[in-house]
């Protein structure tokens, strides 16, 4: 950057390219300060300033009226006689003082603190003996004549040995691991013996149960055209349905008439074998 003192020599230079440009010359022009049309010593239209404690509201309506003995003659304008005390107070002078006031908790009950019960006292903790001083001498020249080397060997030798705790025994190591456990032995031996009961029970009810015989060709070609008859009847009624089901009744209809019809077909298709087994269920009648 260049400083502002090079290019203001620049410009005061004739060989400067800024003076081929004329400029015009700005010329400071100071503003004139604000001055009122209205005078200083006329209230302002409608103020209520000065009037505490008296019956006027408003002062100077139209903007132009006196103030001072002129107007109290007219009867309008500010009061030339106002209490000494509408806005401060009264005046004391100087039988107040300022160093006299009402403190936090001056003018409330006192009372007494709560007493000890009696008879109790709480129990000093117990102290640490004193540190040495620093002055404090130890004691000098005390002696013994026992023989610490034969004491200890004493003291080893008659020193009876500890016993060495016994390891506890783990799980593994139990008589019972690995056997299944006596409850379960008991409930699986009671299913069984239900078991065994009610296998009794429906062999007695049902002695010839698990009897079969072979149907004859007779009987077999009977229900197959009986089936086949069924068939025809049902789908005559599949066929006399409308085309358009728009009903859920329509449809419910419909579908029942095929589940029955897929049945039928599938009964004739299981008679269609050579050789059919059926229970004898009349033997066990009997």
Request: glycine share 6%; proline share 7%.
């Amino acid at each position: 950057t260049i400083p502002c003192d090079f290019h203001q020599l620049i410009m005061e230079s004739d060989e400067s390219v800024y003076n081929l440009i004329p400029r015009q010359e700005q010329q400071d022009t100071k503003r004139r300060g604000f001055k009122s049309r209205l005078r200083a010593t006329v209230p302002p239209s409608c103020s209520t300033f000065g009037l505490q404690n008296t019956t006027k509201l408003t002062t100077n309506q139209a903007g132009d009226e006196p103030i001072g003995f002129e107007a109290a003659a007219r009867g309008s304008g500010n009061h030339t006689i106002k209490k000494g005390g509408a806005t401060f107070g009264r005046e004391v002078g100087g039988t107040v003082d300022p160093t006299s006031f009402l403190r936090k908790g001056e003018r409330a009950p006192k009372t007494q603190p709560p007493a000890v019960a009696p008879g109790f006292a709480r129990p000093a903790p117990p102290r640490k003996p004193a540190i040495v001083t620093r002055g404090e001498k130890p004691v000098m020249g005390l002696t013994t004549e026992r023989n610490f080397v034969r004491a200890n060997a004493l003291e080893a030798i008659q020193t009876v040995p500890k016993k060495k705790a016994e390891p506890k025994s783990t799980p593994v190591e139990a008589p019972t691991f690995g056997q299944v456990p006596k409850y379960l032995k008991r409930i699986k031996k009671d299913i069984q013996t239900e078991m065994n009961y009610l296998q009794e029970l429906n062999t007695d009810r049902n002695p010839a149960r698990n009897q079969m015989q072979r149907l004859s060709e007779e009987e077999r070609m009977e229900l197959i055209q009986g089936l086949k008859r069924k068939w025809e009847e049902v789908h005559k009624q599949y066929q006399a349905l409308t085309f358009n089901i728009d009903t859920v009744t329509k449809v419910h209809r419909k579908e029942g008439l095929e589940v029955e019809m897929e049945q039928i077909e599938k009964a004739i298709q299981k008679l269609s074998k050579k050789d059919i087994f059926v229970y004898d269920d009349v033997a066990a009648y009997w």
